[in-house]
């Protein structure tokens, strides 16, 4: 009863719009809430549900951050459902939520999908605490996280903090930041794409 809705409603959207498509669709389903903790027997559920009505799904995303505590018992399990299923598992928020990556990746014997856009974000934040500290400031200000050193960015609840607030600090009603940001990383293209690559290759080698 409580997820007949949501599986009928991705039947629609699957026929209607990608089932005959002339290339290839990655279709992936994110399944976490806020406020309400995906058991491996729902997951098992819609996936069956999903299959046996013919929807191929390319991806099922969890987000560690909502779904902290249930993963943590039932990684394994929910990894075992999609291999059974044959798609990936995905996970938001993989590098400030998932406890044990490495872990993710050898239940699902590697066929799982991090989401590193945190990475891609916190790059840039710390690219701009240590060259703009006017632009910074102004970033820490609408984070909500004190700007006076920049090496705070490093902590576990400052990154979160920063990670979770880039839709508000990017937000034209709120932070209204994009713009300058944007400008800041086009003057430092060369910086950024260092720093991405050196962070996300630290990320991949730390699995």
Known sequence: MEYGEAIMHIQFIYNSYLKNTPWDIDFELTLSKPGKLLTPQEHYLIANELERNGIKLAAICLDPLNEKEALAEN?????????????????????????????????????????????????????????????????????GVDPVAADCICGTDACKTFALSYRKVLNPKEGNLAGDIKAFLQAHRDEYAEAVRTNVGNYLKNL
């Not at 394994?76 to 993710?104: K, M, T, V, W």
């Open 75 to 143: 990684l394994q399990l929910h990894c075992d459902i999609a291999s059974a299923f044959e798609y990936r598992l995905s996970f938001r928020n993989a590098e400030i939520g998932l406890a044990d990556p490495a872990a993710a990746l050898k239940y699902t014997k590697g066929k799982v999908h991090f989401k590193l856009n945190n990475i891609l974000w916190m790059s840039a934040v710390k690219l701009i605490a240590a060259t703009d500290a006017e632009l910074y400031g102004s970033i820490a200000a609408i984070a």
